[in-house]
């Protein structure tokens, strides 16, 4: 390319040539570009975080109200338990399995177009579960709030990781998380008080729900905007076209732009690709899945068990919801302290620096749980019991904020890819347990099904200790890790990143 030629690009992106059958002009961000999502205002950045965070909560929010309005709506339908806990699996299965498409897709067309769409549709199907006639209109409402809620879980994390930088992620992954966790057992709590009342019943659970959702539709509008930074430069080569005239302006991602049906084969794939060939992406998926199984199972057997042990009534089971709300409080004191040993060992240790409140959470995680199972009994106080399940709790939060953080750290502009994976083995956890809950404890006792569980979790204590140790000799193995940190480095060099990416895009169309 000449010298003219060159002269002919705009003053507001930088631009590079690169050899193509014709050649093009690549467009890319100045340094300090203020349209480049990493350069957000702090106030705008945390606006997208907010609303980001809201739709977790609503999400979050809705698969536990429903739970707890079981009785309610049994009497109303003349429906059974198992058809009602139907309702809330397959809300499980629609949030872990749409990912697989949408978290690649929102990677290849934008984030935003999605948040919006979910929204409007997720509130659509809480109204439809609210007016429903019969437990199979439920049931199919809650599989279509669990598709269109799923954006909530998968997207959430590859937004914060498009527009903050590693180092300044943890606040806002901790209150992703605590968003996530606070409002699974505060919408519990809230719902058991509404479902309790002999005048609203368990409809008026989701009408509540379909309120917040019709406020934040409102606001995912207004605040919500482009995160992907491939998206953007996307805009802005097209915008470029049509003011200069010049065809040749493109950015990385319309170089070489896949059609429609690879689009979809790649957004299928890409999480499966991760999940199946990524140890970290495996080891995590695994370890989060297990303990968020196990808080379904206690969600969908903490109503019956603590009214049988201590004579509860409906509302007062709230306690066992609430103090999974009061462990998230703790969890996300947890993950502050966190930041701090994330900052003073990141120099020596890098990515794994975000991994030492996760072991210890490895070593309560299975002590709580033997705690809980060994004194939830009418001879000894309930406050007990309860405690041990807040620092449960309080470890669980502490392992799901980690791992959205380590995830980020390791696959950078592919984060949702990875945690559609992890979220994929999460949510299928939670969907076959509930299902077998009950039997399991007929068949074994509440004591001895709880102590299964804890040994479980001793055996999966020792994986945030393999990683901090050895972490960065698996990440080194890792293709797609040690490209990302590649082209990482690099534009902390001046690199052309561009190109690295486009490289990486390519190494992962599986």
């Known amino acids: ?36 999502p990493q350069n957000f205002s702090y106030v705008r950045k945390w606006a997208i975080t907010l609303t980001c965070c809201v739709f977790a909560a609503i999400a979050a929010s809705s698969a536990s109200s429903y ?39 929102s990677e290849e067309r934008g984030r935003r177009p999605l948040y919006i769409a979910s929204a409007i ?20 409402s809650r599989a279509l709030q669990g598709v269109f809620g799923s954006t909530g ?71 919500m905007s482009e995160t992907r930074s491939s998206i953007v430069l996307t805009h802005i080569a097209k915008d470029t076209r049509k003011m200069t005239g010049d065809p040749r302006y493109r950015s990385s991602a319309e170089i070489d732009k896949p059609s429609m049906t690879s689009l979809i084969k790649t957004s299928c794939t890409r999480p499966l690709y991760l999940l199946l060939t990524e140890p970290i992406v495996q080891s995590f998926s695994v370890w989060s899945g297990f303990t968020w199984g196990v ?40 993950n502050l302290y966190q930041e701090t040993l994330y900052r003073q060992y990141f120099p020596t240790k890098g990515q794994e620096a975000r991994l030492y409140m996760t072991c210890v959470a490895a070593i309560v995680l299975p002590a709580s749980m033997f705690i809980y199972a060994w004194t939830a009994s009418p001879n000894i106080h309930w406050i007990v019991p309860l405690i041990a399940l807040t620092a449960f709790m309080s470890s669980v939060f502490v392992i799901f904020q980690v791992t959205f953080l380590y995830l980020a750290d ?53 994986i945030p200790w393999v990683l901090l140790f050895f972490g960065p000799k698996i990440r080194s193995r890792s293709k797609v890790s040690r490209k990302f940190l590649e082209a990482e480095q690099q534009q902390l060099d001046g690199g052309r990143t561009v190109i690295s990416i486009l490289t990486e895009e390519k190494s992962m169309k599986v």
């Open 410 to 462: 390791c696959y950078g502009p592919y984060t949702s890819s990875a945690q559609a994976g992890q979220s994929l083995t999460r949510n299928i956890m939670a969907l076959v347990f509930p299902l077998f809950t009950q039997q399991m404890f007929a068949g074994m006792t509440y004591k001895w099904g709880l102590s299964l569980w804890a040994l479980l979790c001793m055996v999966m204590a020792p």
């Open 153 to 223: 879980a998968s997207l959430v994390g590859g937004s914060i990781a498009d527009i903050w930088r590693p180092h300044e992620r943890g606040l806002p992954m901790s209150l992703f998380a605590f968003t996530t966790i606070f409002a699974f057992g505060l919408g519990s709590v809230f719902g058991g008080l509404i479902a309790a009342n002999p005048h609203l019943g368990w409809r008026w659970v989701q009408w509540v729900h379909v309120m917040f959702s019709g406020a934040y539709v409102l606001g995912v509008i207004l605040v």
């Open 295 to 334: 808080v379904f199972c206690l969600l969908e057997s903490s109503t019956t068990e603590f009214q049988s042990i201590y004579n509860f009534s409906i509302s007062d089971t709230g306690l066992v919801n609430l103090c999974q709300s009061v462990g998230a409080i703790f969890g996300l004191m947890a």
């Open 1 to 36: 390319m000449t010298m003219d030629d060159t002269s002919k690009c705009t003053s507001s992106p930088s631009c590079t040539t690169v050899p193509q059958e014709q050649e093009l002009i690549l467009v890319k961000f100045d340094e300090g570009d203020p349209r480049d």
């Open 121 to 140: 549709l997720f509130m659509l199907a809480e109204v439809m579960n609210a007016l429903a006639p019969n437990i199979q209109t439920v049931i199919v």
């Open 67 to 105: 739970s707890i309005s079981y009785e309610s709506m049994m009497q109303d339908l003349n429906c059974t338990q198992l058809q009602a806990t139907l309702g809330l699996s397959l809300y499980v299965a629609g949030d872990g399995i749409v990912p697989l498409i949408s978290s690649s897709f």
